[in-house]
């Protein structure tokens, strides 16, 4: 089954509680898999959004996972505070780090599944050197850093190619530009979660929106 996580970058931040408590209360074909998080300090990539303080008092308002994708410099430094709000899934850039597989080391310690995040022009030949200990690899699907761009469909033969050359145990998400167009073939390729951002939050109502998605995404897995 494809895992679904609404991007809350997209979401207003001025309504992020009542966001997160309507997925939490969601009917289950409109209840999150996972909700996703882009931790950003405007030093890795131009912008700048909420820290793990967020996420800790989110964390009150929903047994829903939480997956925290670090866009940041010195990643190592938020592994701990992800771990005290509870996160499921920590997901670093390989850009981001010289030391990938001890990094992934420390997330693993902290009893949270270790992610790998490729930028579109990050070959997957930068993943050769985790092998076996990759529990989860991030496709982006556009350049880092604001969410509405648009996807790059080349994503799509990358998903394939991770899909082929790493070990099965480890789950293929895509971020970027995700949306029900793109879903059949992105779940096709291999992709096992999708991340959405601005075509859930755009619309006006994400819950429908996400029962929409995933309905397309029944249509890639068939």
């Known amino acids: 089954?494809?895992?679904?996580?609404?991007?809350?970058?997209?979401?207003?931040?001025?309504?992020?509680?009542?966001?997160?408590?309507?997925?939490?209360?969601?009917?289950?074909?409109a209840r999150p898999d996972l909700l996703h998080f882009d931790l950003m300090?405007?030093?890795?990539?131009?912008?700048?959004?909420?820290?793990?303080?967020v996420m800790q008092d989110l964390r009150e308002l929903s047994t829903i996972p939480f997956?925290?994708?670090?866009?940041?410099?010195?990643?190592?430094?938020?592994?701990?505070?992800?771990?005290?709000?509870?996160?499921?899934?920590?997901?670093?850039?390989?850009?981001a780090t010289h030391q990938l597989p001890r990094l992934l080391a420390q997330i693993r310690k902290q009893g949270m599944v270790a992610g790998v995040a490729l930028n579109p022009a990050t070959s997957l030949e930068t993943l050769r050197w985790v092998g076996e200990d990759l529990q989860f690899l991030l496709v982006m699907g556009v350049d880092p850093g604001f969410s509405g761009q648009h996807f790059l469909p080349q994503t799509i033969e990358k998903v394939a190619a991770a899909r082929a050359n790493l070990p099965k145990?480890?789950?293929?998400?895509?971020?970027?530009?995700?949306?029900?167009?793109?879903?059949?073939?992105?779940?096709?390729a291999g992709a096992a979660m999708l991340v959405a951002g601005s075509s859930l939050f755009d619309g006006g109502n994400p819950l429908e929106t996400l029962k929409a998605l995933r309905n397309a995404v029944k249509a890639g897995e068939s």
């Open 169 to 188: 145990t480890c789950t293929i998400g895509v971020d970027g530009g995700v949306d029900a167009n793109n879903a059949v073939d992105l779940v096709r």
């Open 41 to 53: 300090d405007g030093h890795f990539v131009p912008n700048l959004t909420f820290g793990t303080k």
């Open 1 to 29: 089954m494809v895992a679904l996580a609404p991007s809350l970058l997209s979401a207003s931040f001025a309504t992020l509680g009542e966001t997160v408590a309507a997925f939490e209360d969601a009917e289950p074909a």
């Open 67 to 95: 997956d925290a994708h670090l866009m940041v410099e010195n990643p190592e430094h938020y592994i701990d505070l992800c771990a005290a709000a509870s996160v499921e899934r920590v997901t670093v850039h390989t850009e």
